[in-house]
């Protein structure tokens, strides 16, 4: 589904910067993309989106297996 109409960027698309990048800093993640840079009106879901694939994002899983 799209996010930003007008730079053509899905949710898919912030769901793989975030996984990639390995952050959920909507700025960075948002520049980069170029989503918000032209109408603006798309920033608030495109921030709500980041934020749930970042919850959705295992950052930290090397220190799951300290078991020794
Ligand atoms: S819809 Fe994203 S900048 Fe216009």
Same mark, same amino acid.
């Given at each position: 589904m799209y996010v930003c109409i007008c730079k053509g960027i899905t949710d898919k698309q912030i769901q793989d910067a975030v996984t990639a990048r390995k952050s959920n800093n909507p700025k960075e993640i948002l520049k980069a993309l170029g989503? =918000? %840079?032209?109408? =603006? %009106?798309c920033v608030e879901d495109a921030v709500k989106t980041l934020v749930e694939a970042a919850a959705r994002t295992p950052f930290e899983m090397k220190d799951s297996s300290t078991n020794s």
């Open positions: 989503v =918000g %840079s032209d109408c =603006g %009106s």
